[in-house]
């Protein structure tokens, strides 16, 4: 599996978002200072380099692999709807990202992680799939001796953050969060041109 090495910080940069919509912080002296303040301009992109790199930009976010990201545009196609919010809404849906909008994991590949050793439940049943898709109506929870993880723990408790979309409910006191609605464009909080990507595949 190819890997893009290159940190965080700086791909956010290259795609023009937030650290932030990764659940990461950055530091503001070490990130803002440039030797050359010009460095990063760049001549105007051609309509392909802007359709890439929006592709890219929505895979690296979701941590999605190129074939995974293709087969979520040709359900995504095949659905009633826009194509483009469709398929954000399919990438919403996946367990990671849920437990990531939780706050039950601060990244999400961290909750990738965690999802795959089998630290959550869906419904009461431990799922360990990370692309799993969850449905309205669906209890997302932490598997029991999953919740004396300290860092688990920690995430659970009524001082985390917790900066739930409307479509994501959070019960403190049950360590539980329930989806409520389906995702929907409004929910997507970082900028976005889906139709870029659309035309991508268009080709």
């Keep these: 599996m190819a890997r893009n090495m290159q940190p965080i910080v ?9 650290p932030a919509v990764l659940g990461y912080t950055e530091h503001s002296k070490k ?10 301009k760049r001549a105007k992109k051609s309509e392909y380099a802007r359709q890439l790199n929006e592709k890219q930009k929505v895979k690296f976010i979701y941590g999605v692999l190129e074939k995974q990201f293709s087969k979520y545009y040709e359900k995504a196609e095949k ?3 826009s194509t483009g919010e469709v398929m ?11 437990v990531f909008r939780l706050g039950l994991a601060k990244t999400r590949r961290e909750a990738r992680q965690f999802v795959t050793h089998g630290h959550y439940t ?13 449905k309205p109506g ?3 929870g932490v598997k029991g001796k999953s919740k004396e993880i300290e ?5 659970m408790s009524e ?18 969060g329930k989806v409520v609605a389906l995702p929907t464009r409004e929910d997507i909080d970082y900028d976005v041109e889906e139709h870029l990507i659309v035309e991508f595949y268009s080709k």
């Design 10 to 18: 700086k791909r956010c940069r290259t795609f023009g978002i937030s």
């Design 31 to 40: 990130s803002s200072t440039l030797r050359n303040p010009n460095a990063n």
């Design 79 to 81: 659905a009633t709807g």
């Design 88 to 98: 954000l809404s399919l990438l919403e849906r996946r367990l990671d990202n849920v």
């Design 122 to 134: 869906v419904d009461g049943r431990t799922v360990n799939i990370p692309s799993f898709q969850v």
């Design 138 to 140: 669906m209890v997302i």
């Design 151 to 155: 860092r688990i723990k920690a995430y």
């Design 159 to 176: 001082d985390a953050f917790r900066g739930l979309p409307q479509w994501l409910t959070y019960d403190v006191e049950a360590g539980e």
